[in-house]
């Protein structure tokens, strides 16, 4: 039964596979900083430079906010095969074995991940949990080749993109203590703010919606991604040119917004970033691997971002990146998370309804929010040279999904779209 999983879950990466497009050789491929996938399950994430005004129509491949998006194609895996040997499993919640419905959906997801690694288009971790029982966690492929590292649900990723609701949460928790209001302007908590962001709210930044320029786009970014760089000098990339909207009127998906926060959190407070984070979310939910790599990624325990199989991804230094971008974890502890957001630890409910209301193509605070699978998502991609993430909650199912990567061709969004149809199949 075991190799009939496994020839279940080729037939499940080919269905993956099939919505990714085709990896570039490392020669061909310039580095790119955190962007992510916008729409459903499409493969190549990219930063998104274009502005969508408020007025305009959804993209015709894309279904209005609201509507069901198109997943990746679900799986047709029948029910079969047995528990694969997770590398590193946790218990289920209740310490009692898996139910054997549940078993065979866990061999199914572990068979589709572990073919996908076969064929060196996966190397990572994951974490599918299930009305508080944990159906897959492990790892899959190298974290670090030339080491023999195996990845492991311990193993420490850079988050990308996947850094930003982390932000969003660390912004709203001082929005319900009374310290920030998301409708003031943002120059109420940066000092020497410049006169065009008078009209920037913090809302603005949290939406993707203030107009204020990406930085990551500018040529110049290019010169600079791979050397250690300042907030300060990061805000003087953007801080002196015009906004490209009026804000509140278009979207436009920003580190610049992020790194704005960052420096917001750090305002109010009175201390770094890193400390705040670490202080307010890593330390009290018990998230002992993860925190902000200020740069090398030192702090990632051995791991490294590969390009392709073999192939080292370029080095950026996440320093580059601030709050937009530059923290790490593992997929063991962004479950902690997802715990405690589902809980109400992190958040007041009133003020997590906040981030979960979509406005411009599906971005609430921090997440996006849409429809798969007839169900709500709220969830996250993330990507980089070198990591490619995805995190997602379906709060009304009690369905966790968490998929990081350190290939950044890795189809993260496919593979996270492939498990979730397990489960609800």
Not at 81 to 87: D, F, M, Q, Y
Not at 113 to 118: E, I, N, R
Not at 212 to 225: G, H, L, S
Not at 227 to 235: A, K, M
């Amino acid at each position: 039964m075991r190799s009939f999983a496994r020839l279940i879950g080729l037939a499940a990466c080919l269905l993956v596979l099939l919505t990714t497009c085709s990896a570039p050789r490392l020669a061909e491929r310039p580095a790119r900083i955190s962007g992510y996938v916008a729409q459903g399950a499409s493969s190549a994430p990219t930063v998104q430079p274009t502005v969508t005004p408020a007025s305009a129509q959804p993209p015709a491949d894309r279904p209005p906010d609201g509507q069901q998006a198109a997943p990746t194609p679900p799986l047709a895996i029948p029910d079969g095969g047995n528990p694969p040997v997770l590398v590193g499993a946790m218990a289920p919640a209740s310490g009692q074995p898996l139910p054997p419905d549940l078993e065979s959906k866990a061999a199914q997801m572990d068979a589709t991940l572990q073919s996908l690694a076969d064929m060196g288009a996966f190397s990572g971790a994951a974490l599918v949990a299930w009305r508080g029982q944990i159906l897959l966690d492990r790892g899959y492929g190298q974290a670090n080749g030339e080491a023999g590292l195996p990845n492991t649900p311990a193993t420490r990723f850079r988050l990308a993109s996947v850094s930003k609701p982390l932000t969003a949460i660390a912004v709203m928790q001082l929005v319900a203590e009374g310290k920030i209001n998301v409708g003031d302007s943002i120059c109420a908590y940066l000092p020497g703010c410049p006169p065009a962001w008078q009209p920037v709210t913090v809302r603005n930044l949290l939406n993707h919606t203030s107009g204020i320029p990406n930085y990551t786009d500018f040529a110049v970014f290019a010169d600079i991604e791979q050397r250690r760089s300042s907030v300060d000098q990061l805000l003087g990339l953007f801080r002196d040119m015009p906004l490209g909207f009026t804000p509140g009127s278009a979207y436009q998906y920003c580190n610049s917004n992020y790194v704005l926060l960052g420096r917001i959190i750090e305002q109010v407070t009175g201390r770094p970033y890193a400390e705040h984070m670490a202080a307010r979310i890593f330390g009290p939910l018990g998230m002992g691997d993860t925190g902000y790599d200020s740069g090398d990624g030192a702090a990632l325990n051995g791991t490294r971002g590969y390009a392709g199989v073999g192939a080292p991804a370029i080095p950026l230094d996440t320093s580059n990146l601030f709050a937009a971008g530059g923290l790490f974890s593992t997929v063991d502890d962004l479950y902690k998370l997802a715990r405690a957001l589902d809980d109400g630890t992190l958040l007041p409910p009133d003020v997590a309804a906040q981030m979960y209301a979509p406005l411009y193509y599906s971005y609430g605070y921090g997440w996006k929010i849409e429809q798969r699978f007839g169900r709500r998502v709220i969830y996250h991609p993330g990507y980089m040279s070198g990591a490619a993430t995805f995190f997602a909650r379906y709060p009304e199912d009690g369905l966790t999904v968490i998929v990081l990567s350190n290939l950044e061709v890795a189809n993260v969004t496919g593979a996270a779209d492939a498990l979730a149809s397990v489960v609800f199949n």
